[in-house]
Structures are given as structure tokens and as C-alpha cells.
């Protein structure tokens, strides 16, 4: 049997997670599972570079985000489910790495740059939030991951893991693998306003909501402002609802766009007819992490064993990192 390729990928634990995290990362995940040795982990010490004064949530909110994953089916047999806090390793590799990377490329680092301005941080800056990528870093290379799929947001990330690791191996010798990005399809997938749905904009529909909850969020979403009576027709290209249809009912995509442009169909039976739909698609799903969530102790036994095995990798790949370093 060919060695199977190392995967990891994170998500930063801030409460449940949306439409818009299934189909950007974890639906992605879901399907890495069959191919790759993947690691998927709860990236708690990200969270505090920039929400420090919400750290006492952040068990909880891990807690809530392995009940996502495992109720959209992530397989802690054949996936390792850990969480960063827990490996030590990680903080380890992160000051080696830091010092292979120079303050300025950190400082022109787009995302830490736009971070920087949406949250008014000015000259509130810790040295942890510059040094967020090399964490990151750390987070990857410790299990000297092949692939990391990731949003395209993260792709500066992912040119700074690759400089450190190659910056670490012209001088110590090769220890690490330059992992490549898998970029996500559905990068930018719409709220219920209509714009990019994240939960800082407060247009999120949660993968864990009711049908209660779903309707009392999808009735009311945006559609084409253009079509402002029943009898105009419609653009379904920049109709919030119509994107929720290609993704979960892609069967009915088509009709729905012919009946949208014709006006055949009004917005409210197409909200209705959606509704349904997406109803029928998250059940499963919700039906197995409402049994995770009743088995409390089933999930603490997989997280111990997740965190358990990424332990035993990271180890391996710190008993290198020693070697070549011949320190530590
Ligand atoms: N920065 C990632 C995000 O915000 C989360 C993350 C942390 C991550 N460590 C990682 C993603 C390692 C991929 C690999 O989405």
C-alpha cells in the first residue's frame, strides 16, 4: 500500500459553525477523508491573537465545533480530531520557526494588514497577532503536512509556511515537506443579506439550526432587489437564494433560475420550495450531532484520542526538527 498523504487543516473554535464554514471548508474535509491521512484541529490558541478578552469561551466553543464536524461526518477513526492547546509541540516549533521569518514580511502580511484596520487595532497590536502566521506554521509543519486546504484568504499563510519551512531546511538540513494549498470552491458564499456570510456581519444560518430557525432566517433573506413585484422578473445571478439552490438542491437550480427570469415563480414559493430542501439536507445531520451532543462522554474519549495520536506525529517530527537542530 502507497503511503497515504499528510493533511491538516484548522478552524478557530467561535461558536457554531454556518452555511458558509460547511461549504467553504468542512464539506471539503468530508470528502479529503477517503484519500488523504488527514488531521482536522480546534485552532484555540488562534483565537486569542485577536478576541483575548473572549477566551473564557473558548471550551465551550470547541465543544460546539467538534459537534459540528462529527455530525457533518468527519470519521474520528479515520481522521484525527485534536486540539492545539493540547499539543505542546506546536509552541515549541512555533519560536524555531520564528525565527526563520523577518518582522517586516509579517508586517506585510494581507491578511494581518486588513485584520488590522476592520478591527481598529492601531497601536493595540500584540507580538502574538503579528506572529499569527507562524502559529500557523507550526500548526502544519509539525505533522509536515502535504496538503492544507484552506480558504483563498489563507493563502498568504500558506507562502509563509512555505518560506519558513524552506528557510529551516537551507539551514539545518530537510526536515520539512512545502505543503501545497487546496483551495476551497465556494470561496465566497452569501449571507442572508446578500453579502459574504460571516458571523461578524450577522448574516449566518447555522448548520445545527432548526427548521424553526432556518425559515425564521431564509424567509426574510435577500433576493434581486431589482424584482420588486410578484410579476417582474428576476436575476437569479445576484440572488442570495438562488446560490443556496445550486448548493443544496443543485437539482432544481436550473428551473429555479428559468422561473425566476420569467417570473413564473414568485420569491416567496421559492423561498418556500428552498426551505424544504434544505431542510431535508441538514437532518442528517443534525439528527448525529444531536447524538454526539447526548454522549458526552463518547466525545471527550475522541478528542483525547485525537489530541493522543497528533501528539505521538508531532513528537516524531520534534525528535527531527532536534536532531537536525542538534539542540533541544
Ligand atoms: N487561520 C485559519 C483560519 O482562520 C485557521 C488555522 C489555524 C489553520 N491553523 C491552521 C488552517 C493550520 C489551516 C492550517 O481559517
Known sequence: MTEQKIIL??????????????????????RLQDTY??????????????????????????????????????????????????IKEHAELFLILAMHISLGRLERNPTFKEQVKDLELKGEISFGHLGYP????????????AAVPVGEDQLPHLELTREMARRFNNHFGEVFPEPEALVTRFARFPGTDGR????????????????????AKLMPAYTDPGRQRRSDPGNPEI???????????????????????????????????LLAGVTDFFAPLRQRRDQFAKDSELVTQIIEDGCARARAAAQQTMAQVHAAMGIG
Not at 491521512?37 to 490558541?45: K, L, N, S, T, Y
Not at 466553543?61 to 492545539?84: C, H, K, Y
Not at 459574504?196 to 425559515?215: F, Q
Open 239 to 273: 440572488c442570495a437564494i438562488y446560490t443556496w439552490y445550486q448548493r443544496f438542491l443543485p437539482n432544481e437550480a436550473e428551473r429555479t433560475a428559468g422561473e425566476c427570469r420569467t417570473a413564473a415563480r414568485g420569491c416567496v414559493d421559492c423561498k418556500r420550495l
Open 196 to 215: 459574504r456570510m460571516s458571523k461578524s456581519l450577522g448574516n449566518t444560518i447555522e448548520i445545527s439550526a432548526s427548521p424553526d430557525e432556518i425559515a
Open 9 to 30: 487543516s484548522g478552524m478557530r473554535p467561535t461558536g457554531r459553525l454556518h452555511w458558509g464554514n460547511f461549504t467553504g471548508a468542512l464539506e471539503n474535509w468530508l
Open 134 to 145: 507562524v502559529l500557523q506554521a507550526a500548526d502544519i509543519l509539525a505533522y509536515r503536512a
Open 37 to 86: 491521512r488527514c488531521h482536522f484541529m480546534v485552532a484555540d490558541w488562534h483565537v486569542l491573537t485577536t478576541a483575548l478578552d473572549r477566551a473564557g469561551e473558548i471550551p465551550d466553543n470547541t465543544r460546539e465545533m467538534v459537534l459540528d464536524w462529527l455530525g457533518a461526518g468527519l470519521d474520528p477513526e479515520r481522521s484525527v480530531i485534536f486540539i492545539q492547546s493540547r
